[in-house]
């Protein structure tokens, strides 16, 4: 297996997006390790990759397992969200506040 560079694999991962014409695309960790030549995946070849693709697209891990590819022409149009518009009382929150309050939310959406 040859080992490509960080920026032959984030060529050809943008090479995908651009042909695929979609907006974004999910890999599999496999599909990494063919792409990039390596039988480890490490959270710092991400980085590397994720750098040389700065301006075009971003890549990040998904919890389930494998990668996403997201153009980021495709996050320009995303509405921007104001803290304060939804935590009024974010300045007087302590972290153990917010750990409750995330923790609550996380076992309603874990109940649907």
């Known amino acids: 297996m040859t080992m490509r560079t960080y920026e032959h ?8 997006l651009q042909a695929s014409g979609k907006a974004r695309f999910r890999l599999s960790r ?28 971003v890549i990040l891990p998904l919890n389930r397992g494998g990668y996403v590819v997201i153009s980021q022409e495709s996050l320009e149009g995303i509405a921007p969200l104001k803290i304060a518009d939804v935590i009024p009382n974010w300045k007087k929150m302590d972290i153990e506040a917010l750990k409750l309050q995330v923790e609550a939310i996380g076992a309603e959406d874990d109940d649907e």
């Open 9 to 16: 694999i984030a060529y050809l991962l943008i090479y995908m």
């Open 30 to 57: 496999k599909s990494i390790q063919s792409i990039s030549g390596r039988s480890i995946i490490k959270s710092a070849l991400i980085r590397n990759i994720g750098e040389w693709m700065e301006g075009v697209a």
